[in-house]
C-alpha cells in the first residue's frame, strides 16, 4: 500500500557532488605548491584515519564542544597532513591548512552526472526536495556556488540540525521540515548505513546510488546506478 511520493531527500557529498580527483589529490596539490610532496594515496588513508578519530574526539563538527567547523576542519586537517609525512614542527602547518579550509569553502567541488537533470526533474514534479548531509555550516554557500541551491525546498546539515546520519533524529527532522510522512518519502544517498539503513529504521523508503552494479550489498532492494533513475521510485 503505497503512499504517493510528497518529499525527496538527497545525501550531497558523493551523490549530488564530489571532491574533484579526491581529497588526498586535493591537498596534496595545495601542498605542492608550498614545497611539500605528499602522496596522494597515503593522504587518502591518513585523512580516512584522521577523519574517524576526529568524529569520536567532537561529534558533528565539534558542535557540541564548543568548536566552530574551522576550528574542527582546521585540527583534522594538520592530522592528515603530519599523518601523511609532513614535519608537525613545519612553521607552514598552519597556513597550508588555512588553505586547504578555505579551498573547500569555495572550490574544490564537482556536480555528479545527471544531478543537476534529476533535481530539475524531481521539482518538475513539484516534490518538495531537500538536502540530509552529514555536512557542516558551508552546506548552502557550497551548492549556492555550485548553482544547485534553488533546487532545494530546505537543506539539513548535520550541524544545524545538531544530529548526523544514521541518528533517527536528522530523518526525523527532515520529515518535519519537509511536511511529509515517512511513507510519503524517498530518500537517496551512496552510504549504506547513512543513506539506506538508516532512513529505513524510521519507515522512509530509500534508494541506494552505487555507481558500479558490482559493488551493491545483496540484502538491498533498491538501487540504481544512474541518478536519473531516481524516477522510478518517485
Not at 605528499?38 to 584522521?50: D, G, M
Not at 518538475?124 to 533546487?151: C, I, Q
Not at 529505513?200 to 545483496?218: E, F, M, N
Request: proline residues 6%.
Amino acid at each position: 500500500d503505497m503512499q504517493p511520493v510528497k518529499l525527496v531527500t538527497l545525501d550531497v557529498t558523493n551523490t549530488v557532488i564530489r571532491v574533484v580527483g579526491g581529497v588526498g589529490y586535493q591537498y596534496s596539490i595545495i601542498a605542492k605548491a608550498r614545497g611539500i610532496e605528499l602522496e596522494p594515496e597515503v593522504i587518502n588513508q591518513a585523512f580516512r584515519h584522521a577523519w574517524k578519530e576526529q568524529n569520536k574526539l567532537y561529534p558533528i563538527f565539534g558542535r557540541r564542544d564548543g568548536l566552530t567547523s574551522r576550528q574542527w576542519w582546521d585540527s583534522l586537517v594538520k592530522k592528515t597532513l603530519t599523518g601523511s609525512g609532513m614535519d608537525p614542527r613545519d612553521p607552514d602547518l598552519g597556513s597550508i591548512s588555512l588553505q586547504i579550509c578555505t579551498h573547500f569553502e569555495t572550490e574544490g567541488w564537482m556536480l555528479i552526472p545527471q544531478s543537476v537533470c534529476v533535481l530539475q526533474a524531481l521539482k518538475a514534479r513539484n516534490l518538495t526536495v531537500g538536502a540530509v548531509s552529514n555536512f557542516d555550516d558551508t552546506l548552502e554557500s557550497v551548492l549556492k556556488r555550485m548553482s544547485l541551491l534553488p533546487y532545494f525546498d530546505f537543506v539539513l546539515p548535520a550541524w544545524k540540525a545538531g544530529y548526523a546520519k544514521p541518528d533517527p533524529e536528522i530523518y526525523h527532522q527532515a520529515l518535519d521540515i519537509g511536511k511529509a510522512t515517512a511513507s510519503e518519502t524517498v530518500h537517496v544517498g551512496d552510504d549504506l548505513l547513512n543513506d539506506y539503513l538508516g532512513p529505513r529504521k524510521v519507515g522512509i523508503q530509500s534508494v541506494l546510488y552505487c555507481k558500479d552494479p558490482s559493488d551493491v550489498p545483496t540484502d538491498v532492494e533498491c538501487s540504481i546506478t544512474n541518478l536519473i533513475d531516481i524516477m522510478k521510485y518517485v
